[in-house]
């Protein structure tokens, strides 16, 4: 697991102001990825998996657009720049592409192979996304009478048309790791990918916080005493008196929801108003199950900042690297939210993007 990472308290309580926000506050676990050398045995975001050597590997048939990136090019990148933080002094290891990444890139390079995209009408191999152990995250809900505990998540590293800027065939996978014993190693992975839809290896420092509804899931007469200036003005002063003409603002960027990846808690809206989320299996209202996000703050959520990262004088917070560091890309800067059915979590899951 990754060092420590602590949310900042938040400005001020917000069920002091408004009673009503008390009962439904849910608990949520930010993961913090940043970027390591995750083992198939830890919880990770874009790390190898603890896969069966005898499961077959989830593909994804769907109709594909061309990669931008070489995927072997990519994961020497990863490896140059993991090697680099594990060697702050300079002197580290240089890898080398792997004889079987040469052989992916020869052929890539070949002006023939290159011009031909056959290789799209093909299933395409996911890729991890993350890897989560409820030893970590105790608040992730396995299917019952499974004995499972431990979550997968891959999806398809590629565009698909007509739809573009969402991963698409994302998979859900919950297993026992007691009951994995042979190994799976080298797993197939595309050649090309959308370089946006590749984490970079990440290790993970879980903190669980309490978050509270997005403004458009309240009651209209929450969210108009939310908007009411007047019932804010006092606390906002102590607060941040810069947000005090802006109550709804400063409800939705620094009091509700955590940007970031995270699993649980509350889903944020903004790309689109709340729409209805329910099991297509048996009508179950659907519940935030993971997060991937394009950033983990932005500059009007500085608040969410973790407390090692204000207080380390070397790093430059307005660094979109630091405030990205799985390098996801989602849209415009956007995350991808999935959820699961409470009622019964092996139910089919569902995603949207926000």
Request: a negative charge; one cysteine or more; hydrophobic letters at 30%.
């Given at each position: 697991?990754?060092?420590?990472?602590?949310?900042?308290?938040?400005?001020?309580d917000v069920t002091a102001i408004f009673p009503r926000l008390a009962p439904l506050a849910r608990p949520a676990m930010r993961l913090h990825p940043r970027p390591g050398v995750?083992?198939?045995?830890?919880?990770?975001?874009?790390?190898p998996l603890l896969w069966p050597a005898d499961e077959p590997w989830p593909h994804c048939d769907k109709t594909h657009q061309g990669g931008e990136e070489a995927l072997a090019r990519l994961r020497l990148e990863q490896r140059i720049r993991a090697n680099k933080a594990m060697y702050p002094d300079g002197d580290h290891p240089v890898p080398q592409h792997t004889p079987e990444e040469q052989v992916v890139l020869d052929r890539l390079h070949s002006e023939e192979t290159w011009l031909d995209d056959s290789w799209l009408d093909a299933p395409v191999a996911l890729l991890p996304v993350a890897?989560?152990?409820?030893?970590?995250?105790?608040?992730?809900?396995?299917?019952?009478?499974t004995g499972a505990d431990l979550l997968q998540v891959l999806w398809c590293p590629l565009e698909h048309f007509p739809e573009q800027h969402m991963p698409k065939t994302v998979a859900v996978i919950w297993r026992s790791a007691a009951a994995v014993t042979d190994i799976l190693v080298t797993p197939p992975e595309a050649p090309v990918v959308t370089k946006g839809y590749v984490p970079e290896p990440c290790v993970l420092a879980p903190e669980q916080?309490?978050?509270?509804?997005?403004?458009?899931?309240?009651?209209?007469?929450?969210?108009?005493?939310?908007?009411?200036?007047?019932i804010w003005q006092a606390?906002?002063?102590?607060?941040?008196?810069?947000?005090?003409?802006?109550p709804e603002s400063f409800y939705h960027d620094h009091l509700s929801v955590a940007p970031g990846w995270k699993v649980g808690g509350w889903p944020q809206w903004g790309y689109t108003d709340p729409v209805p989320r329910d099991c297509s299996t048996c009508g179950t209202p659907m519940e935030p199950l993971l997060s991937v996000d394009s950033c983990e703050w932005d500059s009007s959520t500085t608040s969410w900042i973790p407390d090692e990262e204000?207080?380390?004088?070397?790093?430059?917070?307005?660094?979109?690297d630091l405030a990205n560091p799985a390098a996801i890309q989602i849209a415009d800067n956007h995350k991808l939210q999935i959820y699961f059915c409470p009622a019964a979590p092996g139910h089919p899951h569902m995603e949207l993007m926000q």
């Open positions: 697991m990754n060092a420590i990472r602590t949310t900042p308290p938040r400005p001020l995750p083992s198939v045995y830890e919880s990770s975001a874009g790390g890897q989560l152990y409820m030893r970590d995250i105790p608040i992730l809900r396995p299917p019952v009478q916080i309490t978050e509270y509804p997005n403004l458009m899931e309240l009651s209209k007469d929450l969210q108009n005493q939310i908007r009411d200036g007047s606390k906002i002063a102590a607060a941040d008196s810069s947000y005090a003409p802006y204000k207080t380390d004088a070397s790093l430059n917070l307005c660094d979109p």
